[in-house]
């Protein structure tokens, strides 16, 4: 079974960069799937921040497109979010998943306020 | 961005059939998808392409709709679906989700 972890954190000031690791188990990334950062802010709004597919294209929400790269290690089976010169706009639960343009693995999510 | 409307919250009795709404803002074809969420947990995919059951899921929940409007409805509602659930579509980049139905059980 696909696992994923996030991990980083989770505190970050303002103007500063957020950077994020997604651990995959159970599956390559290479071998198929794009790999996805999503988050959810307080309040329940969920949004799509980008994927890294398994050849290594990415593809950005155009609302972070100056601001997200997704980059990954093939050897240690992790991907990355950096999103930089975060506010405190960008404080939210985020998560890892593994999509077909639905999001069917999921990680824990993790927690990350961005404050002084 | 295709906007994707639910409705806040909904109340129900165990044992009763709900029907969570999702309206978009413009045509999605049918590349509608249905989430679960449970306080603490991450999000679990319950239906996808509008209509079909995710593996592992119970045959209460079903999905219908194509076009703008789509719905999913539990049948009947158990305790333990106590839940947010999330409308999600992927046929208009960028994916985009709804805000989410809180079920309440009374």
């Known amino acids: 079974e696909i696992q994923l972890q996030e991990s980083g954190p989770g505190l970050v000031k303002p103007s500063q960069s957020l950077s994020l690791t997604c651990s995959v188990t159970?599956?390559?990334?290479?071998?198929?799937?794009?790999w996805s950062w999503i988050r959810k802010f307080p309040g329940n709004k969920m949004e799509w921040m980008g994927y890294?597919?398994?050849?290594?294209?990415?593809n950005y929400n155009p609302s972070l497109k100056s601001r997200i790269s997704i980059t990954r290690d093939t050897s240690k089976n992790q991907f990355f979010l950096q999103l930089n010169s975060v506010t405190t706009e960008d404080t939210a639960t985020y998560y890892c998943?593994?999509?077909?343009?639905?999001?069917?693995?999921w990680g824990q999510g993790v927690m990350v306020t961005v404050s002084s | 961005d295709t906007v994707l409307t639910q409705s806040p919250a909904l109340a129900v009795s165990p044992g009763e059939r709900v029907s969570i709404s999702c309206r978009a803002s413009?045509?999605?074809?049918?590349?509608m998808h249905w989430y679960q969420q449970k306080p603490g947990q991450q999000p679990k995919l319950l239906i996808y392409?509008?209509?079909n059951l995710a593996s592992g899921v119970p045959a209460r929940f079903s999905g219908s709709g194509s076009g703008t409007d789509f719905t999913l409805t539990i049948d009947p509602v158990e305790a333990d679906d106590t839940a947010t659930y999330f409308c999600?579509?992927?046929?208009?980049?960028?994916?985009?989700f709804g805000g989410g139905t809180k079920l309440e059980l009374k």
């Open positions: 998943a593994s999509s077909r343009g639905t999001f069917d693995y």
């Open positions: 159970g599956y390559t990334i290479t071998s198929g799937y794009d």
């Open positions: 890294i597919s398994y050849s290594g294209s990415t």
């Open positions: 413009e045509g999605v074809n049918s590349y």
């Open positions: 392409k509008a209509s």
């Open positions: 999600q579509q992927s046929w208009n980049d960028p994916r985009t």
